[in-house]
């Protein structure tokens, strides 16, 4: 019969194995008796009789590995396409999931916006913020002081942050200022998790302020419903879109942020090439960015100077193309990035090549309260020069200056002058501003010409002496210092030497005499000054390093009892965390001229109010 199953006598386990290990036509699983039939061709289990054909057979081993392996692999690249197409969408949501460095309001604004500044932070940004946070709000006042905004918030708005807004707020919030000249078209865009919510927060604000007496309008553009305050000196505008919320001084600047999303190809500032070499140049681990449309700079300069201004001298704006600015939280403290990005060939011809400050620091004293070192200065001098004999009266200074001092500026001045040049300035009781306040000066300018220079110094130092004021020339380790002091107080006034074709001026005998003879400590060799540099690049063309624990110390110790109370209460709390702050810049080989300037936070060690003059 067709349809008969042959009978199959049963087996026990153990001849169930014997069986299979003696015969090799198994390799099909009977879905009843989970046997394993190695005959392809059979049609029933030779154990149980079940049809074996209604079941399909198992995959094998390396089979199915290799089917998981492609499923993960579809799987994988399915996650990435989608992350790829709809990140921004789910950054709405997972704000981790977009970078740092892309901002999404970008897309808001057109590609010549004149101004963009973003913030937008990811996790680490966050956690590093909150250290120099809880650094400052263990400190009483500045505590205080931040209720004090969160109050004042809460009473214009009528909202509580942790309720109201903490629930929909994004992490990023953008300006855009599409023209300098146009406030009306400036565009606040704050980015949303929530919309609902952010719409009951805007409906909650509403309701507050029209019981002052505010009134309101709603009306739709392109699908958007946008409020307006009426009646108002100052109108608001706001509306919801892409994730954002959209305030303005007008209807029309939310709209035309509508528009760039709206139109097909739009040129938005997110697709500008400058853009997108600035933003990329900057740190990608930032809390937020600024990006200035350089290419605007000479127009804006030329509206806002005097028209008698040579503004010819600007030329070399017209070379800059973007200047990127960012911030960011790090271990140390607060972090400033700059970028400018130049087109070479427009830049003077004549520009030299990138030098570094060397000389000028190993010079100044270990405890200079602030430095100043950089290059170039014969070079900037000179342009400067050339843009002063374009005016017409230029001949008739230059030829007054030279009767009466018999010092002409190009070929005394400028024939020797070289790049480097340093100014420091530290804590001295005999020093720059008298004894009252106990701070003296030391400059320095590299030399290529040491006779040239020696010169003039002598022609100054005959035109001080024929003035009535006193020198005195002295010799120290086989070095001229020559010192000059008031005639009636016979208080010192400055000093000059030379040392290693560096022309040393001081404000008192010991910083001249220790910087020529090299008998003090350098700044170099500070630690501080280490710590402050130890994370910028080596190779700068110009830097700057205040100690600002030494410079707080240093007037607070000057101010007198009545000063010092006004001081220890409204300004020492929020600057006794602050140690230095370093900054370096330099050209780099892509043609960018770049920038970073660190803030050094830490935690005041034993501050309390003991430390402070007075009481609460």
């Given at each position: 019969m067709r349809g008969h199953v042959p009978e199959v006598p049963e087996r026990s386990q153990e001849n169930k194995k014997l069986f299979l290990q003696e015969r090799s036509w198994f390799n099909?699983?009977?879905?009843?008796?989970?046997?394993?039939?190695?005959?392809?061709?059979?049609?029933?289990?030779?154990?149980?009789g079940t049809p074996l054909n209604e079941f399909a057979p198992p995959p094998s081993p390396s089979k199915s590995k290799?089917?998981?392996?492609?499923?993960?692999?579809?799987?994988?690249?399915?996650?990435?396409?989608?992350?790829?197409?709809?990140?921004?969408?789910?950054?709405?949501?997972?704000?981790?999931?977009?970078?740092?460095?892309?901002?999404?309001?970008?897309?808001?604004?057109?590609g010549n916006t004149d101004l963009f500044l973003v913030v937008n932070p990811n996790l680490d940004q966050v956690k590093n913020f909150a250290r120099i946070r809880d650094i400052y709000l263990s400190i009483p006042e500045v505590k205080d002081a931040f209720d004090d905004l969160?109050?004042?918030?809460?009473?214009?708005?009528?909202?509580?942050?942790?309720?109201?807004?903490?629930?929909?707020?994004?992490?990023?919030?953008?300006?855009?200022?599409?023209?300098?000249?146009?406030?009306?078209?400036?565009?606040?865009?704050?980015?949303?998790?929530?919309?609902k919510k952010a719409s009951a927060c805007l409906?909650?604000?509403?309701?507050?302020?029209?019981?002052?007496?505010?009134?309101?309008?709603?009306?739709?553009?392109?699908?958007?419903?946008?409020?307006?305050?009426?009646?108002?000196?100052?109108?608001?505008?706001?509306?919801?879109?892409e994730g954002f919320l959209l305030l303005a001084e007008s209807e029309e600047a939310i709209e035309k942020a509508i528009d760039m999303t709206r139109q097909k190809g739009a040129a938005t500032l997110a697709k500008n090439e400058n853009?997108?070499?600035?933003?990329?140049?900057?740190?990608?681990?930032?809390?937020?960015?600024?990006?200035?449309?350089?290419?605007?700079?000479?127009?804006?300069?030329?509206?806002?100077?005097?028209?008698?201004?040579?503004?010819?001298?600007?030329?070399?704006?017209?070379?800059?193309?973007?200047?990127?600015?960012?911030?960011?939280?790090?271990?140390?403290?607060?972090?400033?990035?700059?970028?400018?990005?130049?087109?070479?060939?427009?830049l003077p011809k004549d520009l030299p090549p990138p030098e570094k400050v060397e000389k000028t620091i190993t010079l100044a004293p270990e405890n200079s309260l602030v430095f100043i070192g950089g290059v170039h200065l014969n070079y900037v001098m000179e342009k400067i020069l050339e843009d002063i004999q374009k005016?017409?009266?230029?001949?008739?200074?230059?030829?007054?200056?030279?009767?009466?001092?018999?010092i002409d500026?190009?070929?005394?001045?400028?024939?020797?002058?070289?790049?480097?040049?340093?100014?420091?300035?530290?804590?001295?009781?005999?020093g720059l501003l008298g004894k009252e306040t106990h701070l003296g000066m030391l400059a320095m300018f590299s030399v290529k010409d040491i006779q040239k220079a020696k010169r003039l110094m002598d022609k100054i130092a005959d035109l001080l002496d024929e003035e009535g004021f006193v020198s005195d020339s002295v010799k120290v380790d086989g070095k001229n210092i020559k010192y000059f002091y008031d005639p009636y107080t016979e208080a010192f006034m400055?000093?000059?030497?030379?040392?290693?074709?560096?022309?040393?001026?001081?404000?008192?005998?010991?910083?001249?005499?220790?910087?020529?003879?090299?008998?003090?400590?350098?700044?170099?060799?500070?630690?501080?000054?280490?710590?402050?540099?130890?994370?910028?690049q080596p190779k700068y063309e110009g830097c700057i390093f205040i100690d600002v624990e030494r410079i707080v110390d240093t007037v607070r110790s000057n101010l007198d009892r009545l000063d010092r109370r006004s001081f220890d209460r409204e300004v020492y709390p929020f600057v006794k965390p602050l140690q230095a702050v370093s900054y370096r810049q330099a050209r780099t080989d892509d043609n960018f001229l770049s920038g970073t300037l660190v803030v050094f936070v830490e935690e005041p060690v034993n501050f309390s109010r003991k430390e402070l003059s007075y009481e609460l």
């Open positions: 099909v699983e009977c879905a009843k008796c989970n046997a394993t039939v190695e005959n392809k061709e059979a049609k029933f289990c030779p154990f149980c290799k089917a998981i392996w492609i499923g993960l692999g579809v799987l994988t690249y399915l996650l990435l396409v989608i992350g790829f197409v709809a990140r921004e969408s789910l950054a709405q949501v997972l704000p981790f999931l977009s970078p740092s460095n892309s901002a999404r309001a970008a897309k808001l604004a057109p969160r109050r004042d918030f809460e009473d214009e708005f009528g909202l509580d942050f942790n309720e109201d807004v903490k629930p929909w707020l994004g992490r990023e919030i953008a300006l855009i200022v599409p023209n300098y000249s146009h406030e009306e078209l400036y565009l606040l865009a704050v980015s949303t998790t929530n919309m409906q909650k604000v509403r309701q507050h302020w029209e019981k002052e007496g505010m009134a309101f309008k709603d009306r739709t553009y392109q699908g958007v419903e946008i409020t307006v305050e009426t009646g108002g000196s100052s109108p608001v505008a706001y509306a919801l879109h853009y997108k070499k600035v933003m990329k140049k900057l740190p990608a681990n930032r809390s937020g960015a600024c990006y200035i449309n350089a290419e605007n700079i000479p127009d804006i300069i030329k509206d806002e100077l005097n028209t008698d201004f040579p503004v010819e001298s600007l030329h070399h704006l017209e070379a800059y193309q973007g200047l990127g600015f960012s911030i960011s939280f790090t271990g140390e403290g607060v972090r400033f990035d700059y970028s400018l990005a130049y087109d070479k060939e427009k005016e017409p009266d230029f001949k008739d200074i230059d030829a007054e200056i030279e009767y009466n001092l018999g500026i190009e070929s005394d001045l400028l024939s020797w002058l070289g790049s480097e040049y340093g100014l420091a300035i530290v804590p001295d009781r005999d400055l000093g000059y030497g030379f040392t290693d074709n560096i022309l040393v001026i001081g404000s008192s005998e010991n910083l001249v005499k220790e910087a020529v003879t090299g008998d003090g400590s350098s700044l170099a060799d500070s630690n501080t000054y280490k710590k402050a540099f130890a994370s910028l």
